[in-house]
């Protein structure tokens, strides 16, 4: 599995961070890649040569009353936000067929000078709570000057927190789920392997038929055009992270027209199909991975090596401790039993892979689990991936997640075997990693519902300057997708960040963010080719 998010792992004490609300990533879930229409792929490149086609610039008669609605805001119990829900047909093709609920929140614009209307924000995933991110980071930590401008919006994307939530297992069956081994040794293994993807899609349809055929990219873009209209703007201003640049992109393709200001940080590629898309994300975690070697050796409580130590070493010492726990798991201190296994602790090591600033985390974690033999700090960093509280309970981040991802792009694989054949190429791209990310590209091949989707081009001819943002390190979304992004978009402009983590606005760089807030508070876009670090 791989993963789109903007999360940053937090301590308990420490309360949500910057981006504590991702989406999901690890070795026992699913992730696979982009959506919508159907086409060729080219075998040569890998990638789709099918472009997505605008939606009549005409709003159907069918649609016009959930376009002419009107909110009814009331407080959402968190100081200065208002929230409200908001009709959404289930089915765009069958508008009379029923509707869903979509929860939406807001914050005004706080200051002086002229509004600029809303800025919606979607933090990832698919997966992420809009509404979680706003409330806890957009809605206060964006800059004073851009929120003192415009209303920060967000609304949960269907099936997503608030939204229709998409549900699956119980608790319990999703700690089991979470340390299924994913690097299976032997035939049994790998059914119980099967087995577990089987048991999650069975869960999802059981629990959820009525939204897993309804909650792809292309359904959630034409609810954020809906929300548009509803608040009164003409065009769309956005700013949207990891999975959420596939989200913004989306909604361009089908509304050039009616594209305002776009910020699409950590950009996905929406030509790829699922197992390149795979492969990709498992080659920027190993660069991100390697960053954090050269990093970890410098320091005084490095438990993978110290000075001298090569990378390739230090990634050596790390598989040589997972193999310890496959085979003997150690203690966390869990209140429900839970102990260390390898899958757990690789999930644990790829959520620090995020943010350069949970690096120190997870050395003390792996200090104590490899020293100690406590395996509670990277449990911890698994949990906070998974969105698990202490009560056993998790969001629906991983259900979300698995359900717009298996609906928006055919599966990697469909049998163990094609694994198998793919695991020299996985391996390739990351000694670390690349095994249980080749495994966790299975997940899908189980799914109760067909595929709608289809890798495609977006080039959103006619719209405004959009700004495509990519990470030089980044491990969730490689740099190589933005410049790909970038060069379909025909109004694109790419902003660098050479540096390490995941997405660059709000990240520390006075450029990327200088170049972020000129463009949202002036429609001024950066450059052509500007780098920063």
């Known amino acids: 599995m791989h993963i789109r998010r903007t999360p940053r792992p937090t301590t308990p004490s420490s309360g949500p961070g910057r981006h504590a609300t991702g989406a999901l990533l690890a070795v026992a879930a699913l992730l696979v890649a982009a959506c919508s229409p159907s086409g060729s792929v080219d075998s040569a490149e890998g990638a789709a040569s099918v472009t997505l086609a605008a939606l009549p610039k ?221 492969l990709d994300q498992t080659a920027g975690f190993e660069t991100a991975f390697q960053s954090f070697a050269k990093d970890c050796v410098q320091q005084s409580d490095c438990p993978l090596g110290g000075k001298g130590t090569t990378p390739a070493q230090v990634g050596d010492h790390l598989k040589a401790f997972f193999r310890k726990l496959d085979a003997h798991p150690i203690p966390t201190g869990d209140a429900d039993g839970r102990k260390l296994g390898e899958a757990l602790a690789t999930t644990g090591v790829i959520a620090a892979m995020y943010d350069e600033s949970a690096w120190a985390q997870l050395r003390e974690a792996l200090t104590s689990a490899m020293k100690e033999k406590d395996g509670a700090g990277l449990l911890v960093l698994s949990d906070s991936y998974y969105e698990r509280d202490a009560d056993g309970h998790y969001a629906n981040l991983m259900y979300a997640n698995a359900a717009v991802n298996c609906l928006d792009l055919p599966a990697a694989y469909s049998t163990p075997e094609q694994v198998k054949d793919a695991l020299p190429a996985f391996e390739k791209a990351s000694p670390v990693f690349g095994e249980g990310l080749a495994w966790a590209s299975l997940s899908c091949a189980y799914w109760p519902v067909r595929p709608t989707g289809e890798p495609h081009r977006i080039e959103a001819k006619g719209a405004a300057p959009i700004v495509v943002v990519g990470t030089t390190r980044d491990p969730a979304t490689p740099y190589r997708w933005a410049q790909a992004l970038s060069r379909q978009l025909s109004s694109a402009r790419l902003l660098t960040y050479e540096g390490d983590g995941h997405t660059a606005y709000g990240r520390g760089s006075v450029c990327i963010d200088s170049a972020i807030d000129t463009y949202l508070l002036q429609g001024t876009p950066p450059a052509e080719g500007k780098r920063c670090s």
């Open 58 to 278: 005409a709003t159907p008669a069918a649609l016009s009353p959930y376009y002419a609605q009107k909110l009814a805001w009331r407080s959402c119990g968190v100081s200065g936000f208002e929230c409200a829900t908001m009709k959404a047909p289930l089915d765009y093709d069958a508008p009379a067929a029923g509707d869903i609920k979509l929860a939406v929140a807001r914050k005004k614009a706080t200051g002086k000078g002229a509004p600029l209307g809303s800025l919606m924000v979607n933090p990832g995933g698919p997966g992420g709570s809009a509404i979680g991110y706003l409330q806890q980071y957009a809605g206060i930590g964006y800059p004073a000057k851009v929120r003192a401008r415009y209303d920060m919006v967000a609304m949960d994307p269907r099936g997503v927190a608030r939204s229709e939530p998409v549900e699956c297992l119980s608790g319990r069956a999703m700690d089991t789920f979470t340390q299924t081994d994913t690097t299976p040794d032997d035939q049994r293994e790998t059914g119980e392997l099967v087995d577990a993807y089987k048991k999650f899609a069975e869960g999802c349809g059981e629990r959820s038929s009525k939204m897993l055929r309804h909650v792809s990219t292309v359904e959630a873009a034409r609810d954020m055009d809906m929300l548009r209209a509803v608040l009164g703007d003409r065009k769309l201003t956005y700013v949207g992270a990891s999975y959420g640049t596939f989200l913004g992109a989306t909604y361009a393709g089908l509304f050039p027209d009616r594209v305002g200001r776009l910020v699409l940080d950590g950009a996905m590629d929406p030509s790829l199909p699922a197992s390149r898309m795979n």
